[in-house]
């Protein structure tokens, strides 16, 4: 059975950072792109941040280019998201997902 957990979201302010972890199991981790998608309250779903299964190569959404740093770590079978200058507009929840496969949410909230 294919599961991802999300952590690491939590309550920071203007300008703080924050790291998102997704344990990946039930699969083979290191043979699947993985991205990162948020939903912001009452707005559709926003990807946000993938990386090729080597870990090689990365792409950003234009809205968080520059500020967050996708990574993972294929030994742990677990996907990262740096997030660094966080702006409130980042307050969404946060998922892991692969082909069609989806956690269930990491809430961060931008807030002063």
Known sequence: ????????????QPGGSLRLSCA?????????????VRQA?????EWVSAINSGGGSTSYADSVKGRF???RDNAKNTLYLQMNS????DTAVY???F???WGQGT??????
């Open 41 to 45: 309250p009452g707005k559709g779903l």
């Open 1 to 12: 059975e294919v599961q991802l957990v999300e952590s690491g979201g939590g309550l920071v």
């Open 99 to 101: 082909r069609g496969n």
């Open 24 to 36: 990946a199991s039930g699969f083979t981790f290191t043979s699947y792109y993985m991205s990162w």
């Open 107 to 112: 809430q961060v909230t931008v807030s002063s």
């Open 69 to 71: 740093t996708i990574s």
């Open 95 to 97: 998922y892991c997902t």
């Open 86 to 89: 966080l702006k409130p507009e």
